[in-house]
C-alpha cells in the first residue's frame, strides 16, 4: 500500500535560522548550544573539532579550487567546499599559514580525509539546528 | 606535532567520531541517538574488518 504523501513543511523565515545556522558554521556545535541543547553542543564541538585536529597533525592538505578537466574540478571544488565547512577551524588554520603540500603517504592521506569530514559532519550539525530552528525536531 | 596513525588507529577515530555526529543528528530522542551511534559504530567496525581480511585473502 503506498504510503500518504506528507505536506510540504514551510520554510521557517530566514532571520529565525540563520543565526543558530551561521553560528553553527563558524564554531562547531554553536548552533545547538544558542538553542540550548547544551549537551548535543559539546559532543558535536568535540568530535568536529577532534576530527579537524587529528587531521592537522597528521599533516593533512587542505583543497584550493582549481579548473581542469570535471574530475579534478569535482574533487578539488569539492574538497575545498568540505574544508570551508569546518568555520573558525579552517579559517584559523588558514589564517596561521598552515601550508601542507599534498605528499604520497598513508598518515598525510588520511589527514586529508579528516580535514574534509571534519567539515562534512559540521554540514549535518548546521541542518540539525536547522530542523530544530523549524520545528521539525525537538 | 604529529601524529603517526597506523590503518587501522586512523579508521577506528574515523569511525568514532563520525557514528558520534552521525547519532547526534539522525535520531529524535537520546535513547535512539545512543542505539544509532553505536549501531554506525558497530557497521564502521565490522566493514573494516571484513574489508581489512578481504584484501589479505586477496593478495593471497
Known amino acids: ?138 | 606535532m604529529h601524529m603517526n596513525l597506523s590503518d587501522f588507529e586512523a579508521s577506528f577515530l574515523f569511525a568514532l567520531f563520525t557514528s558520534v555526529v552521525m547519532g547526534i543528528v539522525t535520531k529524535r530522542t537520546d535513547r535512539e541517538r545512543v542505539r544509532y551511534g553505536l549501531y554506525v559504530f558497530g557497521c564502521f567496525m565490522v566493514a573494516l574488518i571484513g574489508l581489512g581480511w578481504l584484501m589479505h585473502f586477496g593478495h593471497g
Open chain 1, 1 to 138: 500500500m503506498a504510503k500518504p504523501k506528507q505536506a510540504k513543511q514551510p520554510m521557517p523565515p530566514l532571520g529565525v535560522w540563520i543565526g543558530p545556522v551561521a553560528l553553527g558554521w563558524l564554531i562547531p556545535g554553536g548552533g545547538h548550544f544558542l538553542l540550548k541543547r547544551t549537551g548535543r553542543a559539546i559532543l558535536l564541538f568535540l568530535s568536529v573539532t577532534l576530527m579537524f585536529f587529528c587531521g592537522l597533525m597528521m599533516r593533512g592538505t587542505m583543497f584550493q579550487p582549481q579548473d581542469g578537466d570535471l574530475l579534478t574540478m569535482v574533487i578539488n571544488c569539492g574538497g575545498f567546499i568540505g574544508n570551508l565547512c569546518s568555520g573558525i577551524l579552517y579559517l584559523m588554520t588558514v589564517w596561521l599559514g598552515y601550508n601542507q603540500p599534498d605528499m604520497a603517504g598513508l598518515v598525510h592521506d588520511y589527514g586529508t580525509k579528516f580535514l574534509v569530514t571534519a567539515g562534512l559532519l559540521n554540514i549535518l550539525a548546521m541542518v540539525d539546528a536547522f530542523e530544530i530552528v523549524a520545528g521539525r525536531k525537538n
